[in-house]
């Protein structure tokens, strides 16, 4: 069963940065075109960004210029660098092979204070 495990997430106030990653131990995410979703509370899940497997980013308006998506298929790790964060974008964070059936990982919660 294919595990997702996003990580590094936290508080930080706006106009801040962080860095995500997600690991998916064993998953050829290499063969996957990938993205990161975002949850806030009471809202439907959304796609943030995503890459496909040749490299070609497709970023939701709200975050082109202040995120940046990359992946290394050799660690199969996902990362999403997040520049000049805002309050919006408060959000449970995950990540997700697109197209994949199956269990969702954890996420990771970033809180973006004002």
């Known amino acids: 069963q294919v595990q997702f495990v996003e990580s590094g997430g936290c508080l930080v106030q706006a106009g801040g940065s962080l860095r995500l990653s997600c690991v998916v131990p064993?998953?050829?995410?290499?063969?996957?075109?990938m993205g990161w979703y975002r949850q806030a509370p009471e809202k439907q899940r959304e796609l943030v960004v995503s890459?496909?497997?040749?490299?070609?980013?497709n970023y939701r308006d709200s975050v082109k210029g202040r995120f940046t998506i990359t992946r290394d298929n050799a660690k199969n790790t996902l990362y999403l660098q997040m520049n000049s964060l805002k309050p919006e974008d408060t959000a449970a964070y995950y990540c997700?092979?697109?197209?994949?059936?199956?269990?969702w990982g954890l996420g990771t919660q970033v809180t973006v204070s004002s």
């Open positions: 997700y092979a697109i197209g994949l059936h199956g269990p």
């Open positions: 064993g998953f050829p995410s290499g063969s996957y075109a």
């Open positions: 890459i496909s497997r040749s490299g070609i980013m």
